[in-house]
């Protein structure tokens, strides 16, 4: 490594409740002169960066991009060459749906030295703020991640008819807009229409909102609700056991709808 150059490291600080981060991450906050922060993570968390640390919001919501990815991709590079310490804050984990691994292959091509810190993803910890585990011995034994963007980029298009029956649990990130089509999908090839679903808001945070219905009726229901983003949604009969373990584990004021 040049000497003169910084360090970089990719974050992740989980599914929004701020005492869901690891310690690693908490102390590369405070080591940080600047850190840059996406949407969805806390803002609690830049409590913890010292008092001269530069703060940098390139937060990314629906189709409101404040900087597109290869700006910031730029901006890591300017600051690693200057021979600053970063912090590359993410929502849930650098590598789940993050593009951490498409900020690392940039810094690697100008040998700025980098470091990924795993953070907790929203994809099982959201549910099991709602009660619903991914995985149930007798029910499902198998889940499988998916961003909802994929449901409308035909070069990384889900396979419907090989994940709508052969998978137990289905979650998907950012599924609220594609919600209509992901239900089309899935009962087009096979998913019985009374399969158990969730919509969850604002996951492990005071103002989670839960959203309960059918493959069936989940689209009416977010319409009748003006259910919004950013939510997960979970297909699966898992879903159906949150009536037993969401009263026993939940410790939040959580609304269900």
């Not at 060459?81 to 498409?102: M, N, Q, S, T, W």
């Not at 980029?153 to 709508?164: F, G, P």
Request: glycine share 10%.
């Amino acid at each position: 490594m040049n000497p003169k150059r910084g360090k970089v490291s990719i974050v992740g600080a989980g599914p929004g409740d701020p005492e869901l981060i690891t310690l690693k991450s908490i102390r590369a906050i405070e080591n940080a002169d600047v850190v840059l922060y996406d949407y969805l993570v806390n803002k609690e968390l830049l409590a913890y960066c010292k008092s001269d640390c530069e703060i940098i919001y390139v937060g990314k919501r629906n189709k409101q991009h404040t900087y597109p990815q290869e700006e910031i991709n730029g901006m890591l590079i300017e600051l690693g060459l200057a021979g600053k310490k970063i912090v590359r804050l993410k929502g849930g984990d650098p590598f789940v749906f993050g593009r951490g691994a498409e900020e690392i292959l940039g810094l690697k091509e100008h040998d700025i030295e980098f470091e990924v810190i795993p953070g907790i993803t929203a994809g099982f910890a959201v549910p099991g703020a709602a009660g619903i585990p991914v995985t149930l011995r007798n029910v499902a034994s198998s889940v499988a991640f998916f961003t909802g963007h994929q449901c409308d980029n035909h070069k990384t298009e889900i396979q419907w008819d090989k994940i709508a029956t052969g998978i137990d649990t289905l979650v998907f990130y950012m599924g609220v807009t594609q919600a209509a089509r992901i239900v089309r999908n899935l009962m087009a090839n096979g998913r019985k229409p009374e399969t158990p679903v969730a919509m969850i808001r604002w996951g492990t945070l005071p103002e989670q909102e839960v959203l309960k219905g059918t493959l069936g009726n989940i689209v009416a229901k977010m319409e009748e609700h003006d259910f919004k983003p950013p939510a997960i949604f979970i297909v699966g009969e898992v879903v159906a056991y949150s009536e037993q373990l969401s009263p026993l584990i939940n410790q939040m004021a959580e609304t269900e709808i």
